[in-house]
């Protein structure tokens, strides 16, 4: 059966109100919550940014019926003995709830430390020696490594008894074939279903096929559409270009610069914007049918209250009994 769960949206929200958010969306019956991990939110609009794994700390406490995911980037602005350390502190207090999710990053949040940024072929290799970095101090080796990046003598002392598990984040069908070979599941975002479809294919023939795949479900739900529209508009224009765009501009003032060319109606490509609770269903069942284990809704305009209300009396129960 698939599972629904909340994204917190640090770019957009102070943390204690996500805080919140994700309290209601526990009580209205979200069984997960998915935690952006930026330096940096999208545009000034957005306008926050705080620091996940504090957050997570707290959310998972004030929670407990929630599982948890985070999208991050190791390499750069996170050393992968860091992540590793944090991802293990979580596991332990709160076991088998938590899973660590990896991608190779943007410049958004990443060159904020003054390093080089490589191109996407160095920071997949990096991504990987990161993520074989994390899995052998889980299991309680000690490391030193020089590669991409260096490591002298670690070893992590506190170790959950049940490791979590490390997806693999992929927007292109290439990259997600590529995570196939190694990563324990999939995260993507949604695109049109011709597009996911050849991601989810990517993924299997790569050594995916009964792994857990999850999608990150882009929309925006308001009483009308117009307001629907103009909200997403307003929140989430900066987040529609293609990848190379989306990696490699350096600052919320770049990324609003580049939105000041994008239309609303060009937003339909890319959320499924629509005040009709019905045929948010019919979209969610089509990510069903493409073997989605978890979906992940982002409400990406700013009334989470009435998106959590709303869909949890009137979208929810359709699409988990399915």
């Known amino acids: 059966m698939v ?15 996500l805080l ?17 991990d930026h330096f940096h939110p999208w545009s000034e609009e957005q306008g926050q940014s705080g620091f996940a794994w504090s957050w997570l700390g707290a959310a998972m406490q004030a929670t407990p019926k929630l599982s948890y995911r985070v999208v991050c980037a ?11 350390q944090a991802a293990a502190t979580l596991a332990e207090m709160f076991p088998n709830r938590f899973w660590l999710t990896v991608g190779s990053g943007q410049a958004l949040n990443e060159q904020i430390t003054g390093g080089k940024w490589p191109c996407k072929s160095d920071r997949n290799a990096r991504l990987k020696e990161c993520v074989d970095i994390i899995r052998t101090l889980w299991a309680g080796e000690t490391v030193t ?13 506190t170790r959950p008894q049940t490791l979590p598990l490390i997806i693999g984040a992929a927007v292109t069908a290439k990259t997600a074939e590529w995570l196939g070979s190694w990563a324990d599941g999939l995260i993507t975002i949604s695109h049109p279903l011709e597009q996911l479809q050849k991601v989810v294919d990517a993924f299997r023939r790569g050594g995916g096929e009964g792994k857990p795949m999850i999608l990150k479900v882009q929309l925006s739900y308001d009483r009308d559409e117009e307001a629907a529209t103009q ?8 987040n529609i270009f293609k990848n190379i765009v989306m990696t490699e501009l350096r600052t919320p003032q770049q990324f609003d610069a580049a939105g000041e060319f994008v239309k609303p109606e060009e937003l339909y490509e890319h959320i499924r914007i629509s005040a009709d609770c ?25 009334e989470q209250q009435q998106f959590i209300e709303v869909f949890s009396e009137k979208v929810l129960p359709a699409v988990v009994e399915k």
């Not at 909200?231 to 900066?238: C, F, G, I, L, Y």
Request: net charge negative; proline share 3%; with cysteine.
């Open 74 to 84: 190791p390499g750069q602005r996170y050393h992968p003995a860091i992540v590793a």
């Open 3 to 17: 599972k629904i769960g909340y994204h917190a949206s640090h770019e957009q929200f102070k943390p204690s109100e």
């Open 278 to 302: 019905n045929q948010h269903i019919e979209w969610l069942h089509n990510y069903i049918e493409l073997g989605f284990d978890e979906l992940i809704l982002h409400n990406v305009n700013r």
């Open 231 to 238: 909200k997403a508009h307003q929140q989430w224009r900066n």
């Open 145 to 157: 490594h020089h590669g991409l990046v260096c490591v002298e003598e670690a070893k992590l002392y």
């Open 20 to 36: 919140k958010y994700v309290q209601m969306a526990e009580q209205a019956g979200f069984s997960l919550a998915l935690s952006s």
